[in-house]
């Protein structure tokens, strides 16, 4: 790698660990005043009488706060993913679950979900919740990304190389723009309509990999696709 290329990626990692950590004060200090807003629209809702001409506006700011919940839990969800008591797990299981409760979710209708797991992988020091939340979010994006039509393969494999494990994500979807490529990893970064994504996802995807010592890419481009690809450090030394 270059020495200007090698500089600009250590530039976004930092710009994205800023960015996080601010993300993550913000929501702190937002969440107790939404909690409140939410608690009294609520309230409010109860003593109106159902045909009050201020009924139809209460609901609409409760609503609008419950969305504002739902940004505020993201970035909290964000700025803890440490990984406290990692225990042995096995990668192709997780994976399974996660596509056993998503497979009739109404985004994978009419898209064939191709496994290719490797029976003889090992397992990897790790939190299940949170890997469960990196594959539901990638698995989302990439249904998201096919609207209704496509194939999603999730395939493992070892690096005997390195010793870690290798997960892939793909999908047969619209693929991201060059000019993109680079965000997608950022918090906020999101090409969904207004109201549609929090841009959240993937950098928690991201954070929780991260947490667990391995590295999260992305080889896309715009009409061909997308492969995310995860690298989790295994147990077995050779
Ligand atoms: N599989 C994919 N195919 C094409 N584009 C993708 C894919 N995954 C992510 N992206 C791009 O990366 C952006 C950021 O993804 P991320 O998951 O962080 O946020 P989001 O999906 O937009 O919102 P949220 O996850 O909160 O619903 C997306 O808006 C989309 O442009
Ligand atoms: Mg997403």
Redesign the pocket.
Known sequence: MKLSEMNQKLLSAERLKATGRLASEIAHELNTPLGGILMYSHLLMEDLPDNDPHMENVIKITKLAHRCKMIVQ?LLDFAHQECPHPKMVQVNRILRNVIGFLEDHVLLRGISIEMRLDPTLPKVAGDENKLEQVFV?LV???A??MNGTGVLTLRTGFAFDSNQVRIECS?T????DDK?IDR?FEPF????EKG????????ICHGIVEHHGGTMTVD?SKGQG?V?TIFLPSEVSL
């Open positions: 993201g979010n989302i994006n990439a998201q990304s999908d979807g619209s693929g991201i993109h997608v970064f999101t090409t969904k549609k994504g929090t841009g959240l996802g993937l950098s896309s997308s995310f």
